[in-house]
């Protein structure tokens, strides 16, 4: 048999939403607002910090022959004490995940 099977954690982040981070502007309530509550908060330096995440991932089987390909998007908005938006950091890794079956390289 095969199976081909798709599976997504959390929203995509639009271009949108990622331009409307201003730094030295936007705030800690209209970065909630945009993206919804963070998946995790952190303290570190004085700086308070929302960490949002969404994973694709994508399984090709065939047979005894499978491969699972895992992407990850990554944004950190870090806030002063003031709770404006001083920096931003956005990974996107999902983009290019593939459904593959042949387990070995490429």
Known sequence: ???FVRGEVGEAFSEEGLQAIEKGKTTRQEVARQFGAPD?????NGHE???YRRYDSKLGW??????LNIGSDHLWVFFNEQGIVNEMVFGNR???VEFQIWPFGE
């Not at 995790?40 to 570190?44: G, R």
């Open 1 to 3: 048999g095969c199976a």
């Open 40 to 44: 995790e908060i952190v303290q570190a």
């Open 49 to 51: 910090i929302f960490h």
């Open 62 to 67: 065939v047979l005894f022959l499978s491969r």
């Open 94 to 96: 999902t983009r290019n």
